[in-house]
């Protein structure tokens, strides 16, 4: 039992020792040369507007609801969501009640998220109003 209990902590200190000089190595590789560099290529990106060209809330919110349907059983891809909410178009390999549940859900994080940008606070009339 001592004897796998040596070897398990030789392992992880061995483990930690690499960590610690690899640590080391990128703190010593990080010279003001290629700080330099790096900050020119981040300024080139920026200029370029490339993280302006993906609508990257639009993809987010895709993600969730395609993965949020699947675990109640829809089959429909992160692709054809796209599709199907920016285009109007459905995929004949799906049913249309599954293209259906990805619909609705996006109905109601789009309801969600403008009640939210509004502002509005709860009260009894909006619960009234939500039960109608």
Do not use: C
Request: proline share 1%; aromatic share 8%; no cysteine.
């Amino acid at each position: 039992m001592n004897m796998l209990r040596q070897r398990f902590h030789t392992k992880k200190t061995n483990s930690n020792r690499n960590r610690k000089r690899y640590k080391n190595k990128v703190r010593r590789d990080m010279t003001k040369e290629n700080k330099d560099l790096l900050m020119k290529l981040l300024q080139q990106h920026k200029a370029l507007g490339i993280s302006d060209q993906i609508d990257f809330d639009k993809s987010y919110l895709y993600s969730i609801i395609t993965h949020s349907t699947a675990i109640e059983g829809s089959t429909v891809t992160e692709v054809e969501a796209q599709l199907l909410f920016d285009e109007g178009i459905t995929s004949s390999k799906r049913t249309m009640l599954e293209q259906q549940m990805n619909l609705d859900l996006k109905v109601a994080y789009d309801y969600g998220r403008e009640w939210i940008r509004r502002h509005e606070p709860i009260t009894t009339d909006w619960q009234l109003l939500g039960a109608l």
